[in-house]
């Protein structure tokens, strides 16, 4: 049959650049102008046109055109084309006649003296490395390899495989003088027009071997696999030069900070050309096993319907082949040949695949080339593999999951659940192993997966075809919609690399020739093989494990016949391997072994090599990146646990003494890395077996804690010396990694500090530098270091402005807000954000706002927390409020935001929360409530609020948030507290939570009761060790809400404070940093009623010592004396103990206060957690409320007569009563409401005198969602703690005291008689009226 000579398919474009594409999307980004070949004669006739189309709208004009066509200069191009492949030719022949005297040019079996530099082979100067390794330079040839010191042997065909009916070795000498042509090219377009020139009819050799003319010419768009043009090591060298030119543009590219869009991505320009997808086509074909001499519709019809394993109907099969036909005619008219005389015998074959369906494996037997032997060998796998990774074709497992043979099923077997077969990136696999099929593609055979591969290739072929139809019909372009299925493809290629990779080491372990013979693969070519799928992120453990287990094997092998181990970048990088892919399991952990035991050998030396810095640092990197995911896999156990410690620990040893040793030679990657290493897994700081303050996540455990803390510590002195003069050659990522590991490390010096000092001088040079990562995590260090530098820190933080806010991550803005309220640094303007309490007249601009960096920052973090809440993780939500609440400012829009989204309708909840995640976020709330105390004292008159006091804390909460949403954020908080367990709470969690809830004055019961067992638990087990501050708050807490503890908690308490301090004060001062938690614990004891002797003695030396010497006590606590809150809790204490406790002898010294208190002027720092501590104790502020007036006035009218706000002094109290007091006057008692001649006291409890039962199942929540000057609550009529020990300090002082509750009075509607009635009732229960 004739070709068709309409227009239609006589004019056609060419299978060349159309546009660039994003990635795999699709998205076409237009960079430069296309071309096309015309013409409608036979290629060696027909005349050339040097015509060029006009550009894609939107592509640069100044693109690099390629020119397809001729014009009057067509017979000089010409003759300098055919100039250039004889020369190519010529140099073919040279260099394999060079490689035959063993001349340089082989470079070692790679394809170009490129890639053997790279590994070792060669010099710069071109010279074989006479260090290589024996078992690289001495492989075994096997019969029949194609490949024999970079060229190919004789007898082959040039897919290595014969050919039919026979082949001359005029293919061999194409296929080498091709081979070197393609290592000749310079450019991503010259090797693709390379390519299509070497499988174009027009190429010198074919496989017509009649001699005729009349049989249609063979090309890479109209046959399978090449079409015999090209073999395994074409297509290999190809790809592998692809890769580079891709990989060292975009390098040159960054190197040169070209950021501007300009610059040509060569990556993009080489994955949008559709002579790529040709090549990437026909190579799979190849690795698939196709025969090339098999045609694209012949090869269509033998699949018949196989379409990923499912038939297609037959009426969708025909239109498919009718397509294809038409597309092979449009093409072959490029070539100016004809395919229709074939189809004679297609359409019967045709009818035959449709209507009878065959299995996978008799289409394979029809497709395979003759011999059926895989056309690629180990070095040409482990290449493409290399190539189709560096090029981020190929797609991660989580969107084209792993494809896997799973023959078990087949077997009527149950499938293996294997544990270590996990999937993921996080701690698990990344795909599924041969046995496990569950999250992976599963097949029956090889076959089957060979035949997916060809479906794919087909599908890749369509649209390249539907192109150039479009092309040739003037429609649109198709925006690269082949390039989606050219990604799967190439996952799939790699699929069926692995799975023959698995089952040829399968086979060696269960053959015994097959183990005693040479490798399939070697060690580079196994790191390789391994560096690819864990940067596609295509690997599995079945692939991982196999590959491993043969390396181990292998050496085993070598080593025992007197040969030579992998060398450390093999290792290494199989290592690295693993921990990219994030795979586990106990292959993993024999592999850390056998690296462990051969440097323990070698002495260091690994079978004879030394590890380059660059090794060693990969190597401590994937060691500390997999030991980390410990936390995500379920499927470790003690005693593998046990041996990867064994086998990390020795191996990191080795690391360290190389780096003292050698430091000069590390580069500023590779010293940042490994210090990263050691920190992340804890190796070498002072608590590597146990609690690690600075660094919460696995800790490496070591059989010589001391000495390896001795060793680190000498590596970090070495580094820190070494890294100083050269810090102006790290990059800022390498100096926030350094400071990092320094930080989490715990390691302080002298030269520490002078790095630190160094690290902060770069950031304020060069600041812009430093990315949102980089700012807050070196932020984050110099803050941990406690290294305290405001010119650092606000030349950080200026990159956290309202422009530039919306670049960074939850992580960096919560990292950086951390290490400003570590460090101290607060905004300038502490009352900007506070809608609630301070006047709008009183709060700055948003100018003022952005000449301070920290305020800006500060205001541009919260803007972005309220705006996008759910892209924050618990942790960093939790630390943006603790941020603002720990340096004093407050921000009502922000946690108001932040109560609503965590427990409003369909809010995130506290389920996800971790135990310190959910005591500091109500930390975080209470502190903000109780800033208000502050702002009352700076603003005084002008603040908006009109409660004082402890109710003052609670209003502002309520102003804040809402009373409905604060008090449901408590309550869920408790509820997911006990659900958690309170054994996962830490000491400090159980201690901010507890606080929190005292601050707020909300009881829940059921929490309180449960982190009372918790507590008694932990103190009689012995097993937990409480510090200080912890044991005040605590106890403070159950005694301010009025809690009621069983007293063995208070025993319990006190008997692990005596135990710890030995009665002097320097163990006091020890165990508690403040004199202010000893005065809270001893108001605590008060409150409670209970008066341990031996813990009361302590709190009485702690706080005013044995020898009646305030300066001594300054001294010992580093202070400027007591409180003024604490002088009058020792007040309260004193008269408590006294009437109650006389027999501990308790006394202040004689001239108490004087001399003793704060000295003038100095305060306690701002956003102090003990504020409200204090206030609970505090001097006498007194104020009469409207209540307490229109009570006195009731009290009046009946003939009550009184006096509001009686106060009563030390002297009274001493004369009157014999109580211990000193002489010095104070006023620290008084009566609302008082008739001083009966002794009788009327206490006008408003709501600051009640504890909020917020799980009383009686007790709604408010729906009102505002607040004025009441609340809803009435609680269960408890009273507080402080209200309990005021009581009972009265009535020991002879006063009867009568309390009226708020609500009782208000209740009563303003009805003066009832309010008689009412006043008068109550004057009749006490005998002294």
Partial sequence: MDVDPSPRRSSLSSIVPIFFVDGFSGSPVPSFPTTMVTGGAPSSTRRMEHRPLAPLKGSSTTSTRLWVGGDHQQQQRQRRRQERLESSELEGMKQQRQSKKGGNQSYAGYHDQETAQEYGYFDDKGHRNKKISKWNTKKKKKKGSSWKGGGWEEGTTANNSPARGGKSSSSFAAARAFNTKLTKCQSTSELLTAFMEQTSSSSSSDNDDTGGTSAPKSTAATHLAGANKANSVNFSTCLHRLARFANNNNNNNSNNNNNNGDAVDERKRVLSDPRFALLVCSMAEMAAGCDPTISIVEGNTIMGGYNGGVKQRKEDIVDVVDELEEADDVLNAIAGVTTRQQRGTNDEADSRSIDNEESAESIMARLKAPGGKNAFSSRECSNVCWALAKLRMAPPGTALPVGRVVTSIDEGEEEDDDPDDGSGEEGGRDGPSSSSSSSGRSFSSADEMSLDVISSSLEVRMRLFEEARNRKNGLRASDGGWIPELSRLAGKVMDLVAIRTVDEYAARTTNVAATTGGAQFNPQEMASVLWAFAKAKRGDGALFDAVAEELMRQTEFELGRGGQGPKPQELSNTIWAFATAGIRGDTQVELVKFMADALDEGRGQFFGFQFKPQELSNTAWALATLHSRRNTDLTDTDARRVREDDGMVRVLRWVAKSLAERVDSFKPQELSNSIWAFSTVGFGYDEACGTNNHNDYVHLATDDPSGDKELVFETLEVIAENALPRLDRFKAQELNNMAWGFARLGHRSE??????????????????????????????????????????????????????????????????????????????????????????????????????????????????????????????????????????????????????????????????????????????????????????????????????????????????????????????????????????????????????????????????????????????????????????????????????????????????VVSECHGDEYSIARMFGQRQELANLAWSCAVLGRYPKELMDILYTGLVGTGNDPEQMKRVFNDDGLQKSSIMTLYYVQVAADVEAPDLGLSLPIRFPNGWGEDEGRHQAKGDENDLIQMSSSMLTLTVSRLQRDVSGTFDRIGFDNILEHVIDTNEIKDQYGIQLPHSPKEFLSIDIANINKQIGIEVDGPGHFVRLIDNPGNKLSTRSSLKHQFDDRGENRVNGPTILKHRLLTHLGWDIIHLPYWEYQGLGGDKDQEMDYCQNLLDQTPKW
């Avoid at 950086?816 to 607060?826: E, K, Q, R």
């Avoid at 609503?900 to 930390?923: A, D, P």
């Fill in 751 to 1056: 030269r520490t500090e002078k790095l630190f000092a160094g690290v902060a001088k770069e950031m304020i040079r060069r600041t812009w530098q430093f990315k949102p990562q980089d700012v807050g995590t070196t932020l984050w260090s110099f803050a941990t270091a406690e290294y305290i530098d405001l010119e650092a820190f606000r030349a950080g933080v200026s990159r956290l402005n309202f422009r530039q806010i919306r670049s960074f991550k939850p992580q960096e803005m919560s990292n950086t807000l951390w290490a400003l309220a570590t460090a101290g640094f607060g905004p300038e303007h502490w009352g900007a954000f506070d809608t609630t309490l301070v006047p709008a007249s009183k709060r700055p601009t948003k100018q003022m706002i952005s000449n301070d960096p920290i305020t800006e920052c500060f205001a541009a973090v919260a803007s972005e927390t309220m705006r996008r809440p759910y892209d924050f993780k618990d942790q960093e939500l939790k630390d943006v409020l603790w941020s603002f609440s720990k340096i004093g400012v407050r921000h009502p829009a922000l946690f108001q935001k932040m109560a609503k989204h965590i427990v409003g309708r369909n809010g995130r909840g506290f389920s996800s929360f971790s135990s310190q995640g959910l005591g500091n976020t109500l930390w975080s709330f209470a502190k903000q409530a109780q800033l208000s105390l502050e702002v009352i004292e700076m603003l005084g008159d002008d603040v908006k609020l009109v409660s004082t006091g402890r109710l003052a804390v609670y209003e502002t909460s309520c102003l804040d948030n809402g009373e409905d949403v604060i008090k449901r954020l408590f309550v869920r908080a408790a509820e997911a507290g006990i659900d958690m367990g309170l054994a996962r709470f830490t000491n400090q969690d159980l201690s901010n939570t507890v606080w929190a809830y005292s601050t707020m004055g909300m009881l829940h019961s059921g929490f309180f009761k449960e982190a009372e067992n918790e507590v008694i638990n932990r103190l009689r087990s012995k097993k937990s060790k409480f510090r200080g501050q912890e044991i005040a708050n605590i106890l403070w807490s159950y005694a301010t809400l009025n809690a009621q503890p069983e007293m063995a908690m208070v025993d319990a308490l006190s008997s692990f």
